[in-house]
């Protein structure tokens, strides 16, 4: 089962910011935060990972709480092609175990 | 570079046939991970092999599915006496190296099965 809860759906509007929210506050020391998005009917996508401190790609941010418990996703100027589930995931050594994910809605 | 190439990318069978799915890491990966996507819900690990050596099959049904990853060519996934339920998208995932903590794994496009 999924270590991390995420809220269902979530709307934004277009060339706002996108903040995608994750719990994951049983992860432990080894585990690393992961972000993947799945376009409908395409592959799952990376889109960024970090341990503990903030991480920036030309995708996205991603905000790690001090105490590691929770996570936000930050897509920065978010576009019609953002539309998809988004998955956090936690995951030290072991293969990732995907949930249920947020499916984001960008709305012009 | 060439991401993780999947094929076919459709899949018809019938009952009681066999398909078999194939999955190209990317250039300088040799890690391989499969994962099943039934229709309306998530990705659900199925097994995660080397070359020549699976490391992790505690996802795989235990008949009628098998994997490999010889030491030449791609990995295959095999179903064999397909039945309506395993309709699903198959995706394939792969690494340079042994799943450990702050590696990244990176998906192709999927096959998607579809049984008649």
């Known amino acids: 089962d999924a270590k991390t809860t995420q809220p269902p759906s979530m709307d934004c509007a277009e060339g706002r910011a996108a903040n995608l929210p994750c719990n994951h506050s049983?992860?432990?020391?080894?585990?690393?935060v992961y972000w993947y998005r799945q376009i409908h009917s395409q592959g799952p996508q990376y889109i960024i990972h970090?341990?503990?401190n903030n991480e920036t790609n030309e995708m996205a941010s991603l905000i790690i709480t001090e105490d590691r418990k929770s996570s936000t996703l930050i897509l920065p100027h978010a576009t019609l092609r953002d539309t998809a589930v988004y998955y956090c995931?936690?995951?030290?050594?072991?293969?990732?175990?995907f949930g249920k994910g947020t499916r984001l809605s960008v709305i012009a | 570079n060439a991401g993780v190439m999947q094929n076919p990318r459709h899949l018809v069978r019938r009952r009681g046939q066999e398909a078999r799915l194939r999955c190209s890491p990317m250039?300088?990966?040799?890690?391989v991970y499969w994962y099943r996507q039934l229709p309306e819900e998530g990705l659900k690990f199925m097994v995660y092999?080397?070359?020549?050596?699976?490391?992790?099959e505690s996802g795989m049904p235990k008949e009628r599915f098998s994997a490999e990853f010889p030491k030449e060519g791609p990995s295959i996934l095999r179903i064999q006496q397909v039945v309506r339920g395993d309709s699903a998208a198959y995706f394939c995932?792969?690494?340079?190296?042994?799943?450990?903590?702050?590696?990244?794994?990176?998906f192709g496009e999927g096959s998607w099965l579809t049984v008649v």
């Open positions: 970090g341990l503990k």
């Open positions: 995931i936690s995951s030290g050594n072991t293969p990732l175990v």
């Open positions: 250039k300088g990966h040799s890690h």
């Open positions: 049983t992860i432990s020391g080894n585990e690393y």
């Open positions: 995932a792969s690494s340079p190296n042994r799943q450990t903590a702050g590696n990244t794994i990176y």
């Open positions: 092999l080397q070359k020549e050596n699976i490391i992790d």
